[in-house]
C-alpha cells in the first residue's frame, strides 16, 4: 500500500513567499490529518500550479489560493476554508478557526488583512506578483 497522497488529497496552499506576514502564516498554518497532506507553494517562485491559478484568470495580488479536490478558494474564501479545515493545535491555529470559520467574520476582515500586506509591501519595496 503507497502512503503517498493522491491529487484529491493534496491541500495546495499558493500565497506570496515575499509578504512576511503570508510567509508566516503559510509556515505555521495546520489542517487536520483527515483532511489530507498539506503542499504550500510560494507564488513567487515558478511552478505549475502557480501558472494554472494565473491562467484561471486568479489574481494573487488581492489573495492566496486554496486548491482542494479540484476546487479553488481565493482570498477570503481561502481563509473560511482553512479554518474549516484546520486544527487547533496551538494558538495561532486556535485563533484561525476561531476567527475565520465565520464567514461574516472572514468577509469583514480579510479586506483589512490584505490592506495591512500591501501596504507593509509597500514599505518594503516589494514589487507585486507578476501576472502573464
Do not use: W
Not at 38 to 62: F, S
Not at 77 to 83: M, R
Not at 87 to 116: E, H
Amino acid at each position: 500500500m503507497s502512503t503517498t497522497p493522491s491529487n484529491n488529497d493534496i491541500l495546495y496552499l499558493i500565497y506570496d513567499g515575499d509578504c512576511p506576514i503570508c510567509a508566516y502564516c503559510s509556515k505555521v498554518i495546520k489542517i487536520r490529518s483527515s483532511v489530507g497532506h498539506l503542499e504550500i507553494i510560494n507564488a513567487r517562485i515558478p511552478h505549475p500550479l502557480v501558472e494554472e491559478v494565473m491562467n484561471k484568470g486568479y489574481d494573487l495580488n488581492e489573495g492566496f489560493i486554496v486548491k482542494f479536490q479540484d476546487k479553488y478558494y481565493h482570498g477570503q474564501e481561502a481563509v473560511h476554508f482553512l479554518s474549516l479545515v484546520g486544527t487547533s493545535s496551538d494558538f495561532f491555529n486556535k485563533l484561525n478557526v476561531l476567527i475565520f470559520k465565520s464567514k461574516t467574520l472572514s468577509k469583514i476582515l480579510y479586506p483589512i488583512l490584505r490592506t495591512i500586506r500591501n501596504l507593509l509591501l509597500l514599505i518594503l519595496g516589494v514589487s507585486k506578483i507578476e501576472h502573464p
